[in-house]
């Protein structure tokens, strides 16, 4: 077809068409070479099809384009691919501008967004993320509800998501609270009745977006509502038509009640997270998903390790063990190093917390094992917060161990790692766990200067305790206020005795 076109207009139109035709293919594919191809007759028809004879056909072949590079990208790690789209996408806009082709324009602002989103989410950043809230809001001022009903729906969905991310890595609630906003907008334009499995999907990233807000908030009115979201999902992402998705509905469902549950004093809703996390397991098996069963496994151990926190037994405890470690069969160091790192941190917890109801010290040592192996990983450099959490639990795990032990090693390795945390946890830019560490710094030091001589490690623990009640922090001083004065105290009269003895 394309060799007997007899012109520039003929020869541009057929190697769009057999793009097109290609891109539908790969899009079908699970590999790549028919978007491949598509790329090269939609390029091709470039040099055919001259922006000044033919401005908006050569709109529609760069809009062409951008689809199928984006498709392309999305099946590759890199960013190349998506960056073309975008660069084919803008080159579209110089000519399809809102006021010759209003609809055309919100289309490919739609789809820019969407390749934005994708860019974004692969960076560390949020530039792109913001393009891409702003490429939404540009197509929502022509895909507006009364025009265009569903497509105005579509467009407020990805516009939640894409301010559900921003949100997720920013500080504030601001941003996760637009989401929540676009999330409900298309909620409107997509009943249950006329989009049920859009409607669902929606409820699902609506509840993300709560249980996010909920989490950074500290209340549980917002969890609730997240609650009822996965919830609602659930009564059309049913088991029997789409396992896959109800599934991932359920983990999603036992993390927002897991987060519900520790903010609360029972333990039902943590139960109710564990039975939610144990369904998606029921789908979500090894063979079938194996690094989702795994991301599965580790929240069910996060679960359990909360239930049993609350617990006398140990046995919610050892079966977090359990759970931990089959994740790590899956989330292993060479294939996931973050994810190994997070889940040895995670276990490190429920080695500690069984460490710290029996008298030995084999689970306080292999908690020491899984915080260092965490840190491997979760260095300064590339983490640092994280590694500061860590620096902080394994001092916790390190000093309980000092405590059972008649020697001043662990104490001392304790404090070393308390002093570390302190150097990201500063009182600036996180002051709560900035106190929380300066009361276990001197607990620590408070240990170690009861077995040594001298006053030294007395008057740092003193100087530790007196730093955390500088701290105004409401949440600090009700809970740790006499906890402090009373270390503090203690210490004071065993460096008084000394002197006057």
């Known amino acids: 077809m394309v060799a007997t076109a007899h012109n520039a207009d003929e020869r541009g139109d057929a190697l769009t068409v057999l793009g097109t035709a290609l891109g539908t293919l790969g899009a079908r594919e699970r590999g790549t070479a028919r978007l491949e191809a598509a790329v090269a007759a ?46 084919a996408y803008e080159a579209a806009l110089e000519e399809w501008t809102r006021e010759r082709a209003p609809l055309d324009w919100a289309l490919t602002q739609m789809n820019l967004g969407t390749t934005l989103r994708s860019l974004g989410e692969r960076e560390s950043g949020t530039a792109r993320l913001e393009a891409a809230v702003a490429a939404y809001q540009a197509a929502l001022e022509e895909r507006t509800r009364e025009r265009m009903p569903l497509d105005w729906a579509l467009a407020q969905m990805n516009l939640g998501t894409a301010l559900g991310t921003l949100g997720e890595r920013e500080s504030g609630t601001a941003r996760l609270e637009e989401a929540v906003t676009a999330f409900r907008a298309a909620l409107q334009g997509w009943p249950r009745e006329r989009a049920p499995l859009r409607w669902a999907l929606t409820q699902m990233n609506l509840g993300t977006a709560l249980r996010s807000l909920g989490e950074r908030e500290g209340r549980t009115a917002r969890l609730e509502e997240a609650v009822t979201a996965f919830q609602a999902a659930l009564e059309e992402r049913t088991r029997e038509r789409w396992p896959f998705q109800w599934a991932a509905t359920q983990m999603n469902l036992g993390t927002a009640l897991q987060s519900l549950g520790e ?126 959490i860590i620096q902080g639990n394994l001092g916790n795990a390190l000093r309980a161990l000092g405590e059972r032990e008649s020697g001043t090693v662990r104490l001392e390795a304790a404090v070393a790692a308390y002093q570390a945390a302190l150097k990201e946890w500063t009182r600036e830019r996180t002051p709560l766990q900035w106190a929380g560490t300066q009361m276990n710094l001197g607990a620590a030091l408070q240990s170690l200067g009861e077995r040594k001589g001298g006053t030294v490690q007395l008057k740092a623990a003193v100087a530790a305790y007196e730093a955390c009640k500088t701290i105004a922090l409401k949440e600090f001083q009700e809970k740790w206020a006499d906890v402090v004065r009373n270390r503090s105290e203690a210490a004071s009269a065993e460096i008084a005795r000394r002197i006057v003895g």
């Open 42 to 87: 939609h390029e091709a028809a470039l040099k055919e099809r001259a922006r000044e004879r033919w401005p908006l056909q050569w709109a529609a072949t760069q809009m062409s384009l951008g689809n199928t590079l984006r498709s392309l990208g999305e099946r590759e790690s890199g960013t190349a691919r998506l960056e073309a789209a975008v660069a």
């Open 263 to 388: 903010q609360e004093s029972g333990t039902a809703r943590l139960e109710a997270a564990v039975a939610a996390f144990q369904a998606a397991l029921e789908e979500l098996t090894r063979e079938r998903w194996p690094l989702q069963w795994a991301m599965t496994q580790m929240n069910l151990g996060t679960a359990l390790r909360a239930l049993g926190a609350r617990e006398s037994g140990t046995a919610r405890l050892e079966e977090a063990v359990v759970a931990h470690e089959a994740a790590l069969k899956e989330r292993t160091r060479e294939r996931a190093p973050l994810d190994w790192a997070a889940t040895q941190m995670s276990l490190g917890n429920v080695f500690r917390l069984l460490g710290e109801r029996e008298s030995g010290t084999a689970w306080l040592e292999a908690a020491v094992a899984a915080y260092q192996a965490a840190l491997e990983e979760w260095t300064r450099e590339r983490a640092p917060l994280d590694w500061a």
